[in-house]
């Protein structure tokens, strides 16, 4: 039986869970005051805080880390690999500090990961970060030859549920063929082949638009309101990644509370969440044409997914496409505990960085 400490630092908040094989023995969410974080710009100044509010946490739960036979954590902006289960090593170590391909609470992962493994001479390791890369070769190009299209990726949950709907097909996961649409706070729609990510929007800049993202946007007019003198680059980039999408129209980034409001009969809510279902439609069937139609089935999967309203509209929208299955939620924390698990079983070997 192996025990399996999972961590996923977000931007206020660490999630940790410990694992006994398959089973969840408990499951937390630290919650970091903003006023804290704030006064440790640099993730190097985060952790040892953060470090100790999970011994802490544990603690409390009863929870002795000596007992721990692996650490996984959630991987950051590191440089475009393979998906698979990756072991922390001083390499990986160095760009997740250094921020070289992007600074994000996520690369907390590998780092506090290392520390705890470090502590009771067991392994560190990271499952399918956002940067995992399999695009064919046609779809890096992107129109302009000063742009190549990046693969910037929900890949530890749409890895997850590919296996388990493969799974439940009796399939293993190199012979099954899908299309998902993970649908959060942005929304990555992928054309997944025989296992592997061949085609993604990217969910920062291309796409559906999300709760707060704006997605891919007409070219000239963005052109042109970046010489407008209304926004720095910064204000422009924080407008369309984190108030854009439905928070742009609407004031709010909660899908349940729109969701209310067009009931009630809020026409604007309504044509909201009509463009945003419209868009996701869209970008699976542009994908069901880079799988030439051949696939096993459509995923609707991330939190949106647990809207039966949005859900359906979306089904009217794809169902001739094939298949839907639905599901809901990320579980992100499951998704690395069995990453790790298959290395620590013998299914898989551990990638090297």
């Given at each position: 039986?192996?025990?399996?400490?999972?961590?996923?630092?977000?931007s206020?908040?660490?999630?940790?869970?410990?694992?006994?094989?398959?089973?969840?023995?408990?499951?937390?969410?630290?919650?970091?005051?903003?006023?804290?974080?704030?006064?440790?710009?640099?993730?190097?100044?985060?952790?040892?805080?953060?470090?100790?509010?999970?011994?802490?946490?544990?603690?409390?739960?009863?929870f002795?880390?000596?007992?721990?036979?692996?650490?996984?954590?959630?991987?950051?902006m590191?440089?475009?690999?393979?998906?698979?289960?990756?072991?922390?090593?001083?390499?990986?170590?160095?760009?997740?500090?250094?921020?070289?391909?992007?600074?994000?609470?996520?690369?907390?992962?590998?780092?506090?990961?290392?520390?705890?493994?470090?502590?009771h001479?067991?392994?560190?390791?990271?499952?399918?970060?956002?940067?995992?890369d399999?695009?064919?070769?046609?779809?890096?190009?992107?129109?302009?030859?000063?742009?190549?299209?990046?693969?910037?990726?929900?890949?530890?949950?749409?890895?997850?549920?590919?296996?388990?709907t493969a799974?439940?097909?009796?399939?293993n996961?190199?012979?099954?063929?899908?299309?998902?649409?993970?649908?959060?706070?942005?929304?990555?729609?992928?054309?997944v082949?025989?296992?592997?990510?061949?085609?993604?929007?990217?969910?920062?800049?291309?796409?559906?638009?999300?709760?707060?993202?704006?997605?891919?946007?007409?070219?000239?007019?963005?052109?042109?309101?970046?010489?407008?003198g209304?926004?720095t680059?910064?204000?422009?980039?924080?407008?369309?990644?984190?108030?854009?999408?439905?928070?742009s129209?609407?004031?709010?980034?909660?899908?349940?509370?729109?969701?209310?409001?067009?009931?009630?009969?809020?026409?604007?809510?309504?044509?909201?969440?009509?463009?945003?279902?419209h868009?996701?439609?869209?970008?699976?069937?542009?994908?069901?044409?880079?799988?030439?139609g051949?696939?096993d089935?459509?995923?609707?999967?991330?939190?949106?997914?647990?809207?039966?309203?949005?859900?359906?509209?979306?089904?009217?929208?794809?169902s001739?496409l094939?298949?839907?299955?639905?599901?809901?939620?990320e579980?992100?924390?499951?998704?690395?505990?069995?990453?790790?698990?298959?290395?620590?079983?013998?299914?898989?070997?551990?990638?090297?960085?």
């Amino acid at each position: 039986m192996m025990k399996i400490l999972a961590v996923n630092p977000g931007s206020t908040s660490t999630k940790l869970a410990v694992y006994e094989n398959e089973n969840s023995l408990f499951e937390q969410t630290i919650r970091h005051p903003d006023d804290e974080i704030m006064k440790l710009p640099e993730l190097d100044d985060q952790l040892p805080y953060r470090l100790e509010s999970i011994v802490e946490a544990l603690r409390l739960q009863g929870f002795n880390p000596s007992h721990l036979d692996a650490v996984v954590g959630r991987g950051g902006m590191l440089k475009p690999m393979d998906s698979g289960t990756y072991l922390v090593d001083e390499n990986l170590l160095n760009d997740a500090r250094s921020g070289k391909y992007g600074n994000h609470a996520s690369n907390l992962g590998s780092m506090i990961a290392a520390e705890i493994a470090d502590s009771h001479q067991i392994p560190a390791y990271i499952v399918d970060p956002v940067c995992v890369d399999e695009l064919a070769d046609e779809a890096r190009i992107s129109g302009l030859v000063d742009i190549e299209r990046k693969s910037h990726v929900h890949a530890l949950n749409i890895k997850a549920v590919s296996r388990k709907t493969a799974a439940h097909l009796g399939k293993n996961l190199d012979d099954a063929s899908f299309i998902i649409a993970h649908l959060g706070g942005g929304i990555s729609v992928a054309a997944v082949r025989n296992g592997r990510i061949i085609d993604v929007n990217n969910a920062e800049n291309e796409g559906p638009f999300s709760p707060e993202r704006a997605g891919g946007l007409p070219a000239k007019q963005l052109v042109q309101l970046c010489f407008s003198g209304k926004y720095t680059e910064k204000d422009l980039l924080q407008k369309m990644t984190k108030q854009g999408g439905v928070f742009s129209y609407l004031g709010t980034k909660n899908l349940m509370e729109v969701e209310d409001w067009a009931a009630e009969g809020d026409l604007e809510a309504a044509m909201v969440i009509k463009a945003m279902v419209h868009q996701i439609g869209k970008e699976i069937g542009a994908m069901a044409t880079v799988l030439e139609g051949e696939m096993d089935g459509i995923i609707l999967t991330g939190g949106v997914a647990h809207s039966d309203r949005i859900v359906a509209l979306i089904r009217k929208k794809i169902s001739f496409l094939g298949k839907v299955f639905v599901l809901p939620g990320e579980a992100e924390m499951e998704a690395l505990a069995a990453g790790a698990l298959r290395v620590m079983g013998g299914i898989e070997d551990a990638k090297i960085y």
